[in-house]
């Protein structure tokens, strides 16, 4: 590493970076077409990005098998990063096809709304591929940059702006905390590659040091604004409310995941699985977002709010694997991210398709009475919700068990009770959806249903899976056990 | 036998209630004869088990076992015995009997009604069936959400409030079964390796005393607010009076006999010792429950909250009798959930027959009822007098048992439980009383209609099983003492087996007799 080879010589396997390179093109592709005229309600963009997710997608399928490092070990292609690869690009694909019809319907249907979506996924997949801090910070900053964008993406409604605003200000912060971390981290270990951080860290046992500790604490912060845990939460609510409802979709899941992606591997990789002392500040964070979360979710009557709120407490649960720890943690958390994003997505997706033209009815009274009247709509709300609430036969109900089977197992029992209790709780407001869809008549104007296809394929489809890996999740559990093998 | 039987059961019921989601949400009539249809073949289906079920033979019979989710071990594990039989078939004629007896009460999204009461009773069937811990409880839980649509869609004026404390109140208490059943599972896959939910393997497990303490208390706090047992039964006056009439039989006449299930397969045979050593406690309760639904019963205004109180009542005797733990208790604690199934279940329905037809429930409103509907009031006698347990009814044979068992547990027990049986004639005659006999004091009842085919016809089986359960309840008997006994004799065992682990701290061994593996 004493001399930089010339550019071009650099011995990339181009293969294996073929889902950032798809991503990447497809994003430039998106802002050179726009150069060409289309007539006004053209869905040409909307077709690019599906195609450069796809072609990721298929390019990772491709190179799943082999192990490979890239770029001196910055960038790796392992069965961790597979797995994530495919499910930024299915969550992407997701947000894609929800907004379709959507970012029409509200007049911000530009190329660059969908550029800006490939480039957050872009980073998120960076995130989880990364083996080096830099690299993660690369992927966390793209994330962030394009996601900062699409939260103020209407840009002339006030809570858009307000939202972005928020959003940029707290997340720039927490990028400094995070950059903090990374440099402390480097100057206790003399490095920022995960791979050396571990043989550092085994070769001299360092736990004891401070810099150590409080570089790797800085950095739990930047992840935990991320996932958004309490009490680095308060960005969330606003941020979700005010964002165009299909990004609200998009980040809710995939920016939980990417930062959850990127703890995953710096724990399990660099630390060798997190620390003893680590481990009660983890649950402790777990067990106050997963409170926090859902108790004020209780109070609230706009369901993007509400659902914000809801996914704050999700990521509480995510964070129980995580303090779990080892394989079966991580294993459970892929899981829980898989599950989630799914039912997440379908819930957010089914608020998209509410109201006609600009309008947002997310309100709970909105909803009152679309169980009857839209029977579709209807199903697939009160399903999401009842798997957001994790109660069987759907997948959130298996997520749940795998979360608290992996910290019963790491006999963290005290959060599992508080666990289960906090899935009580939430099941309150969720039933508050299905008691307006089903039990309650609408006040005033009805909500309309904006029916279009694409939106209609996505929710459908995450309708189907989130009633499939409810009854025969065995495939995706033993796929997210088999991805973090290369992690240890 | 290859035919998968009891898969069949479980699915039936489902498939007809999602193909009735496709069609036209207008074909009220048509939605009608179709979920009759359905629950008429799952009752067909389900009645060859009285039969094919072998009581005497030991183990789970048409068993189905298939790997669900290998990741965690846990396996779609199906099987039968005297005493899930039995209940099975209870569910699927009280299901028939709701759907016969709703014709008329349910009029709008009729699709929608009769598609959930399906759905229900194929959750109910795989609770009574499902031997794998983690598929009981997928059934267990998954059951409350249809049951919760029905009371919160198609109840009374507070039916979200009764919809969604019934919802909570379950969930709270299962919940931390659940966390029940993965701490065995970690026992068990730490003893012998083999990561499994299967009931079997648990059953071979032997658990020290102290862990089953809380084992147990997770369990029985979930089957005890299901029961419901006193303290926890709040949930219930409100759930049954707000549910439409057929949700209120089938919560009466199956949903509640979940939780006395629970206690008979999971609680008592898991956890024996900490089970007895909980007994004083759990047989006050049900004491307490007996006495005070009963009191509680006799000063309702409403017709169907007085039902539903005399249900925390009739429970209390189906605990009493679990816990006696002798085979006249246990069997008798059987023969009183049945002969409740039906009783109760007939009770709602012909609450809802007047109801229909006044839109009142109060007794206040009735009076003289023979006069102009005769043969609803000749059924409401024989059944009213055979929830006061009547001998030659069926509710006889099941107070009778669980008294002649808790006498020979305690003799103290016994004597305040028959204080319930005389409180429950107290009531019900009274009831009776002012609702059926006397002048007809209200102008608008003078004019009532009779029965009508139908409704004879929903009740002709009730009254059949009524007296037959009453006179001839050896079948009955015959069919669940064998089980029963089976499940007594293990408790035994693995208490003695829990008593030597006692005296040998940290000894981890394996019971030589016990699963199938």
């Given at each position: 590493m004493s001399v930089l080879p010339a550019p071009f010589l650099l011995p990339v396997d181009w293969w294996a970076l073929g889902a950032v390179l798809a991503l990447s093109v497809g994003a430039m592709l998106l802002l050179l077409l726009e150069f060409l005229p289309a007539k006004p309600g053209s869905s040409r963009a909307a077709v690019v990005a599906l195609v450069a997710l796809a072609v990721s997608a298929l390019a990772v399928w491709l190179a799943r098998d082999a192990r490979r490092t890239l770029f001196g070990g910055m960038f790796v292609n392992d069965g961790f990063t597979v797995f994530f690869t495919l499910l930024f690009c299915a969550i992407g694909a997701f947000a894609v096809l929800l907004s379709w019809d959507y970012v029409k319907r509200t007049r911000i249907h530009h190329a660059e709304y969908y550029a800006l979506l490939l480039c957050a996924t872009l980073g998120m997949v960076l995130m989880a591929a990364a083996n080096d801090l830099i690299t993660v910070f690369l992927g966390l900053e793209l994330m962030s940059l394009a996601l900062y964008v699409l939260v103020g993406f209407r840009r002339n409604r006030l809570e858009s702006n307000e939202a972005a605003l928020k959003y940029f200000l707290l997340g720039a912060f927490a990028s400094g905390f995070f950059l903090y971390g990374i440099a402390l981290l480097y100057g206790a270990t003399g490095t920022t590659s995960l791979s050396r951080m571990a043989e550092f860290l085994s070769a001299?046992?360092?736990?004891?040091?401070?810099?150590?500790?409080v570089g790797g604490l800085l950095l739990l912060v930047g992840f935990f604004f991320k996932v958004a845990a309490v009490p680095f939460h308060m960005w969330t609510p606003d941020a979700y409310e005010g964002a165009p409802t299909s990004v609200t979709a998009f980040m809710s899941v995939g920016?939980?995941?990417?930062?959850?992606?990127?703890?995953?591997?710096?724990g399990l990789r660099a630390l060798g699985g997190f620390p003893a002392e680590w481990v009660p500040v983890l649950s402790g964070v777990a067990m106050l977002t997963m409170t926090v979360g859902n108790v004020t979710a209780l109070l609230q009557n706009n369901l993007k709010r509400m659902l914000a709120y809801s996914s704050i407490a999700h990521a509480g649960y995510v964070l129980v694997a995580v303090a779990a720890g080892g394989p079966d943690g991580a294993s459970a958390a892929l899981f829980y991210l898989a599950v989630y994003s799914v039912m997440n997505l379908g819930a957010f997706g089914v608020l998209t398709i509410l109201g006609r033209g600009a309008q947002e009815r997310v309100l709970m009274a909105d909803v009152a009475g679309l169980g009857f009247r839209r029977p579709l709509v209807g199903l697939a709300l009160a399903v999401f919700m009842i798997s957001l609430g994790g109660i069987p036969p759907t997948a959130g109900f298996i997520g749940k068990v795998t979360v608290f089977a992996a910290a019963l197992k790491a006999g963290l029992l005290p959060l599992v009770i508080v666990g289960v209790l906090n899935s009580v709780v939430s099941v309150y407001y969720y039933l508050r959806v299905t008691v307006a869809l089903y039990m309650q008549e609408p006040q005033g104007e009805p909500t309309e249903v904006s029916w279009a296809a694409?939106?209609?394929?996505?929710?459908?489809?995450?309708?189907a899976l989130t009633l499939w890996w409810g009854v025969q999740a065995g495939g995706l559990l033993e796929q997210a056990q088999r991805s973090v093998l290369g992690l240890l | 036998m290859n035919f998968p039987w009891l898969s069949w059961l479980v699915f039936l019921p489902l498939a007809g209630a999602?193909?009735?989601?496709?069609?036209?949400?207008?074909?009220d009539r048509w939605h009608r004869r179709w979920a009759t249809l359905v629950a008429l073949a799952e009752f067909a289906l389900s009645l060859p088990l009285w039969w094919r079920v072998i009581p005497w033979q030991p183990g789970w019979q048409l068993v189905e076992k298939r790997a669900w989710l290998p990741a965690l071990g846990a396996q779609y594990y199906l099987g039968v015995d005297g005493i899930s039989m039995l209940l099975v078939l209870l569910t699927t004629l009280m299901t028939v009997v709701a759907i016969l007896g709703a014709f008329g009460a349910v009029r709008e999204r009729t699709r929608e009604f009769y598609a959930l009461l399906l759905a229900l009773e194929a959750g109910m069937i795989g609770t009574f069936l499902a031997l794998d811990l983690l598929l009981f409880y997928v059934f267990w839980e998954g059951m409350l959400i249809p049951m919760y649509l029905l009371i919160g869609a198609w109840g009374g004026q507070r039916r979200v409030y009764a919809a969604v404390k019934f919802f909570?109140?379950?969930?709270?208490?299962?919940v931390l079964m659940l966390v029940a059943i993965l701490s065995l599972y970690f026992m068990q896959k730490g003893l012998t390796g083999v990561p499994t939910f299967e009931l079997d393997a648990f059953y071979a497990m032997p658990l020290a005393p102290a862990s089953q303490v809380w084992l147990f208390l997770a369990f029985a706090l979930a089957f005890a607010i299901k029961v419901p047992m006193f303290p926890f039964h709040t949930w219930l006056p409100d759930a049954h009076v707000e549910a439409p009439t057929a949700g209120s039989v089938i919560l009466a006449a199956v949903l509640l006999k979940m939780g006395t299930y629970g206690f008979l397969r999971f609680a008592i045979p898991l956890f024996p010792t900490a089970s007895a050593q909980f007994t004083p406690w759990i047989v006050a309760l049900a004491l307490i429950g007996i006495v005070y639904g009963a009191l509680v019963s006799m000063v309702q205004p409403d017709l169907k909250k007085l039902v539903a109180y005399s249900s925390v009542s009739h429970l209390g005797f189906c605990m009493l009798g679990l816990y006696a733990m002798n085979p006249q208790g246990l069997a008798g604690s059987m023969m009183q959930m049945l002969s409740h199934g039906v009783s109760t279940g007939a009770l709602f329905l012909l609450v809802g027959v007047v109801y229909e037809r006044r839109h009142t429930r109060l007794i206040a409103d009735f009076g003289g009822l023979w006069k102009p509907l005769p043969v609803y009031s000749a059924i409401f006698l024989v059944v009213m007098l055979s929830s006061v347990g009547l001998p030659g009814t069926n509710g006889f044979v099941g107070e009778f048992l669980v008294l002649l068992g808790t006498f020979r547990a305690n003799w103290w027990w016994?004597?305040?439980a028959a204080t319930g049986v005389i409180?429950?004639?107290?009531?019900?005659?009274?009831m009776f009383q002012r609702v059926i006999f006397g002048p007809v004091t209200h102008e608008e009842n003078r004019n009532l209609k009779d029965l009508s085919l139908r409704e004879r016809l929903v009740f002709a089986p009730l009254l059949i099983l009524i007296f037959w359960m009453g006179v001839m309840p050896q079948p009955f008997l015959d069919r669940m003492q064998p089980a029963l006994n089976r499940t007594l004799e293990l408790s035994k065992q693995r208490a003695e087996a829990a008593a030597v682990m006692h005296t040998l701290p940290g000894a981890l061994f394996r019971l030589p007799t016990g699963g199938e593996r």
């Open positions: 001299s046992p360092l736990r004891p040091n401070a810099l150590l500790l920016a939980k995941a990417a930062a959850f992606a990127a703890l995953l591997r710096f694409p939106a209609a394929v996505a929710i459908v489809l995450a309708l | 999602v193909l009735l989601l496709a069609t036209p949400a207008a074909a909570l109140y379950t969930m709270a208490g299962s016994a004597a305040i409180l429950s004639a107290c009531y019900m005659l009274w």
